[in-house]
């Protein structure tokens, strides 16, 4: 069966400083890989999304995220934060008739 | 930027009462999908729904819980009867056909259900 894991339950990060959230996923075949962030009391946004190709992606909001296959591995990443990134962010995989498989959340605080 | 619009935001129900939940996805999308997140655990797949019938459902979305499409427009959640542990936010997504765009859901901001 898929799964996620998103070992970090809370990161705390200083403005501009860099920011990565990590994520591994368990599934038997290619994954399709995503990255969405619920700001409080708001839907889930898609970041960035990877389906093959380049294994670095890049998405919204200047984040990007790596697909390392050898480590099962799909990694968040931004080189300076900003306060308004401070939100929860799910790592999720696109299983078996169509549906996500989400992680439980990685939750970002940002300091000033 | 089209959206998935959720209604209502927030419903407050007796427990054993019926809920409707109604969701518009986005028009040229086919695929609509309900999705919950019981207040800090993980959002939960519940169930897929393509050309008018269900695709897909989890172990969660048993004899209590229906959706439909009863009009063109919208798609609907029904809880028959609630219990406290249905208490959650509730989302609601809808995705193209394409296979490129079928997991790139866009999700609606979520109506969250509380069961007193």
């Known amino acids: 069966a898929q799964s996620v894991t998103q070992p970090d339950i809370h990161i705390t990060v200083s403005e501009g400083a860099s920011l990565e959230l990590r994520c591994n996923y368990s599934?038997?075949?290619?994954?399709?890989l995503f990255w969405y962030v619920q700001s409080p009391g708001q839907g889930l946004q898609l970041l960035l999304k990877?389906?093959?190709?380049?294994?670095l992606v890049q998405g919204i909001k200047g984040f990007e995220a790596e697909f390392k296959r050898s480590q099962s591995s799909f990694n968040l990443r931004k080189p300076s934060v900003h306060w308004s990134d401070a939100a929860e962010y799910f790592c999720?995989?696109?299983?078996?008739?169509?549906?996500?498989?989400f992680g439980a959340g990685t939750i970002l605080r940002v300091k000033s | 930027e089209p959206e998935v619009t959720q209604t209502p935001s927030h419903q407050v129900t007796q427990m054993g009462q019926e809920v409707i939940l109604r969701c518009v996805p986005i028009?040229?999308?086919?695929?609509f999908y309900w999705y919950r997140q019981i207040l800090g655990q993980k959002v939960e797949f519940l169930v897929s729904?393509?050309?008018?019938?269900?695709?897909?459902k989890s172990e969660i979305f048993d004899d209590q819980f229906s959706v439909e499409r009863p009009d063109g427009s919208n798609f609907t959640l029904k809880i028959r009867s609630t219990k406290l542990e249905d208490s959650a936010m509730y989302f609601c997504?809808?995705?193209?056909?394409?296979?490129?765009?079928?997991?790139?859901?866009?999700f609606g901001s979520g109506t969250r259900l509380t069961v007193v």
């Open positions: 028009s040229n999308h086919l695929y």
């Open positions: 990877y389906f093959s190709g380049d294994t």
């Open positions: 999720a995989v696109g299983g078996y008739g169509n549906k996500l498989v």
């Open positions: 997504a809808s995705s193209e056909p394409d296979r490129e765009t079928i997991y790139g859901y866009t």
């Open positions: 729904f393509y050309n008018n019938e269900i695709s897909e």
């Open positions: 599934y038997g075949a290619t994954p399709y």
